[in-house]
Antibody, heavy 120, light 107 residues
Framework: QVQLQESGPGLVKPSQTLSLTCTVSGGSINSADYYWSWIRQHPGKGLEWIGYMYYSGATYYNPSLRSRAMISLDTSKNQFSLKLKSVTAADTAVYFC????????????WGQGTTVTVSS | DIQMTQSPSSLSASAGDRVTITCRASQNIDSYLHWFQQKPGRAPKLLIY???RLQSEVPSRFSGSGSGTDFTLTISDLQPEDFATYYC?????????FGQGTKVEIK
């Protein structure tokens, strides 16, 4: 059974770049059947879609992030990553990585989430 | 962006009740509407995809219906483990927006 696990710094300074990695186990990211997503949840709030990447390399991002986000795949490590530039306190959130099924366009597997705090 | 509006934002119910949550899209999303359950401190869990398809291993007391812009999630015979927050999400287009959530609490 596929599992996803986020990793990365829990504390990032304002104006710096937030970098998170999602390690996929029990399945390969090297598949056209899936897309690889990031979603975040601000403290006590709802879910915000950040973006996703297909195996083909095509990426889609939430315009609200104003081009600060970048998702990439590392097939050699079976990982995918999120970089979010120029962070502010408003980027403090729990970040989830997730797998989506291409055929029905739905996220079916989530990582447990990792908390990132932006503070000096 | 397509706006997803859930109602109610919260509700109180008792075990054994039938609960209905509504999700309305600001424009047509075909059947690309999905429902997730989230418990405190946990990742969301897929319940229903493509409006009405039950995800594997999800109890049959969960059901979904709708089309176009109006969708519902129904929980029949509410169980103690169903007290959680429920989110709808559209994947018709990007950005793939979520509803604001409906918290189901114990009466």
């Amino acid at each position: 059974q596929v599992q996803l696990q986020e990793s990365g710094p829990g504390l990032v300074k304002p104006s710096q770049t937030l970098s998170l990695t999602c390690t996929v186990s029990g399945g390969s990211i090297n598949s056209a059947d899936y897309y690889w997503s990031w979603i975040r949840q601000h403290p006590g709030k709802g879910l915000e879609w950040i973006g996703y990447m297909y195996y083909s390399g095509a990426t889609y991002y939430n315009p609200s992030l104003r081009s600060r986000a970048m998702i990439s795949l590392d097939t050699s490590k079976n990982q995918f990553s999120l970089k979010l530039k120029s962070v502010t306190a408003a980027d403090t959130a729990v970040y989830f990585c997730a797998r989506g099924l291409v055929v029905v366009r739905v996220i079916d597997v989530w990582g447990q989430g990792t908390t990132v705090t932006v503070s000096s | 962006d397509i706006q997803m509006t859930q109602s109610p934002s919260s509700l109180s119910a008792s075990a054994g009740d039938r609960v209905t949550i509504t999700c309305r899209a600001s424009q047509n999303i075909d059947s690309y509407l999905h429902w997730f359950q989230q418990k405190p401190g946990r990742a969301p869990k897929l319940l229903i995809y493509s409006t009405s398809r039950l995800q594997s291993e999800v109890p049959s007391r969960f059901s979904g219906s709708g089309s176009g812009t109006d969708f519902t999630l129904t929980i029949s015979d509410l169980q103690p483990e169903d007290f959680a927050t429920y989110y709808c999400q559209q994947t018709y287009t990007v950005p793939r927006t979520f509803g604001q959530g409906t918290k189901v609490e114990i009466k």
